[in-house]
């Protein structure tokens, strides 16, 4: 398990180079995305919003983006965790741009929006993690 859990590590740093390194936080114990996503973690009571996407999804994050987060994969799919303390995690995504706010405990609010404006900005409350819509990355 440990092996498996280094590949993750190695494979995640790969596929992230270039993109969005410097968003990414490593991983320490009592910070990681299962301390923040999982029933009984050390930081479930912080401010943050847990998704999963398509592991390949993660390439698609321009350098442009700006949050605070951690990311673990599981087969082919990434688990993300942002951390959302006073600030937005916002997320360039092809044509796209993805803004996540914190509005209180268990809840945020999210917007996709383009050049158009505003496509969707659905307040999201309760347990995670949340799916994205596919059109994100597809």
């Known amino acids: ?5 280094a590949l ?15 968003g990414w936080q490593p991983y320490s114990p009592g910070h990681s995305y299962e301390d923040y ?8 009571a912080t401010p943050h919003a847990c998704f999963e996407v398509p592991l390949g999804a993660i390439a698609m994050i321009s350098s442009r983006s700006q949050f605070t987060g951690y990311l673990q994969a599981r087969g082919d799919t990434a688990h993300i965790a942002f951390l959302l303390n006073g600030q ?4 360039y995504i ?16 999210t ?15 309760g347990d995670g993690p ?3 819509p596919s059109y994100l990355w597809e």
């Open 130 to 132: 949340w799916d994205l």
């Open 94 to 109: 092809k044509e796209y741009v993805l803004r996540v706010k914190f509005i209180k405990t268990g809840c945020v609010e």
């Open 8 to 22: 993750t590590t190695v494979a995640l740093s790969l596929l992230s180079m270039g993109t969005v390194s410097a």
């Open 37 to 44: 996503c999982t029933a009984g973690g050390a930081q479930v």
């Open 88 to 91: 937005d995690a916002v997320l």
């Open 1 to 5: 398990m440990k092996l498996q859990t």
């Open 111 to 125: 917007d996709i929006s383009n050049d158009g404006g505003s496509l969707e900005n659905p307040t999201i409350c």
